[in-house]
């Protein structure tokens, strides 16, 4: 996506600008990056204690489902951080993934119909669960009159979200997007059928790319940044923390939760993201992997990366053993972790991860134990979804 | 009236609608003066339901325009 090579000109750069996070290990991005070079929580990562109340008064905070709320903590969060930019509202995009939505309220109101009648089911439920509903709050309570729109590819969302961001500032359409993606799925049914189908830890513990590898923790959360075109964040003397090189999406075409065991499709999307970015293989200075610590996934993605990169690959690193899985937020949580990563020229290392998997085949420079330093480059980071979603995005750190 | 229907019911909008206890008057109009949308006003006749234990008809509903309106519904479907 960069303006200055020929195959992309006339294409306008994006810059990441401004972060917000709201997750279990706290408010900001500061608190995610101490999470991710700390030793990493057992159990579901529940954003406890919660309060909206310095977004949204009672009576709207009533209105708007958790992944609403943790999502226009996190925008107006990402807004601030940027320092408040004025943006003209028909030009001011917003574009969030997320993948369950409002099941919390759908599971509550199911419950107060089940159990007091049709009448008191809130006349709010539709308004609340719809996917739409959080990136709808943002442009409204932000007044992004642009695009906005809402991303639902699963587990994959949070990435595409950002992807398709980045290609609405640099097809001229919008000069700003809020993105990112928000979840609050850690309702009894989900954790129950996330339970039923052996896709959890029974240990607690997420141990991406591990030998003893049995699943993830659920977690709840919003991570969202804001993209600016790049010559309008210069020229405003913005604090440009990364760019947006390049993004592409695949599908397996095989199976609604189990991947392509090759990994081929996964393998695809990371090239043509890379071709997008204009980026050589060998120019990838880290790869944020999906890594959620499932037997299949891991292997899958393992197999894909050596396909991309064979031996010798970068530092290969997952944020999910300490962050669990967010779902359709987590693309966005590792993006915001990229980008910590570049400014604190640290690779964190993949927590919960003791023993590495033989079947994995050794090719992979996982990083482990202690955080690795490094220089800055371009970071590929993966996202996958049930129904065979693949995602792929390419950060870089900013250029003079 | 002095048989603490206003009481309560003022109890709900302010509950439901979250306006400061002093705009909730006899004469306040939910729309104009207390903020309500079409959704919120059936949350406050939800609430009023819930309260009285009782249930209104989807036609008086619509015919609840003030506090009053309400009050007055109140004492005839108690």
């Known amino acids: ?400 | 009236m002095a048989d603490g229907v206003f009481e309560a019911v003022a109890a709900c909008v302010v509950d439901v609608l979250q306006v400061p206890t002093g705009k909730v008057v006899e004469e306040a109009v939910f729309t104009e003066d207390l903020g309500a949308t079409s959704l919120t006003l059936v949350e406050v006749v939800m609430a009023l339901e819930e309260a009285f234990g009782i249930d209104v008809p989807e036609a008086d509903v619509e015919a609840v325009r003030t506090v009053g309106d309400a009050c007055d519904l109140v004492r005839r479907l108690s």
Not at chain 1, 80 to 105: I, M
Not at chain 1, 172 to 185: H, I, K, N
Not at chain 1, 259 to 273: H, K, T, Y
Not at chain 1, 312 to 338: D, M, N
């Open chain 1, 1 to 400: 996506m960069r303006a200055d090579r020929p195959r992309t000109a006339g294409r306008r750069r994006a810059v990441v600008t401004g972060l917000g996070v709201v997750l279990a290990s706290g408010a900001g991005p500061g608190a995610l990056w101490r999470a991710l070079l700390g030793a990493p929580p057992e159990g579901h990562r529940a954003v406890t204690d919660w309060d909206p109340s310095p977004w949204l008064d009672r009576a709207e905070a009533r209105h708007a489902d958790r992944f609403t709320q943790f999502a226009v903590a996190a925008a107006e969060s990402a807004v601030a951080d940027a320092g408040r930019p004025r943006t003209a509202p028909d030009t001011a995009g917003v574009v969030l993934g997320t993948a369950l939505a409002g099941v919390g309220t759908l599971e509550r109101q199911a419950l107060v119909r089940s159990e007091r009648g049709d009448k008191r089911v809130s006349p709010f439920t539709v308004p609340m669960i719809m996917p739409n509903a959080a990136a709808a709050a943002v442009s409204q309570r932000l007044g992004r009159r642009g695009p906005c729109r809402t991303v639902t590819t699963a587990c994959a969302a949070g990435t595409d979200a950002i992807g398709e961001a980045a290609r609405l500032i640099a097809d001229g359409v919008c000069d700003s997007v809020l993105t990112g993606g928000t979840e609050a799925a850690l309702s009894d049914t989900v954790v129950a059928a996330f339970r039923n189908m052996r896709a959890l830890s029974s240990a607690g513990r997420t141990r991406p790319f591990d030998a003893g590898r049995d699943g993830f923790v659920i977690a709840e959360g919003a991570a969202v940044l804001l993209l600016e075109a790049r010559d309008a964040a210069v020229e405003r003397g913005a604090r440009v923390y990364a760019e947006v090189l390049g993004h592409a999406s695949t599908a397996d075409a095989h199976d609604v939760t189990l991947p392509l065991p090759d990994g081929s499709a996964a393998a695809r999307c990371m090239r043509l993201a890379l071709r997008d970015a204009e980026v050589e293989p060998a120019a990838v200075g880290q790869v944020s992997a999906h890594g959620t610590g499932t037997r299949h996934g891991d292997l899958a993605e393992a197999r894909a990366l050596t396909a991309v990169f064979g031996s010798g690959g970068p530092p290969v690193t997952s944020a999910k053993g300490v962050t669990g899985h967010a779902f359709g937020a987590s693309g966005a949580i590792e993006a915001v972790a990229a980008v910590l990563s570049m400014a604190h020229a640290l690779v964190p290392p993949v927590a919960g991860l003791t023993t590495e998997d033989t079947e994995l085949g050794g090719s992979l420079d996982l990083v482990r134990g202690a955080p690795r330093a490094w220089t800055a480059g371009p970071v590929l980071s993966n996202s996958f979804g049930f129904g065979g979603h693949n995602g792929c995005l390419v950060l870089g750190p900013p250029t003079t």
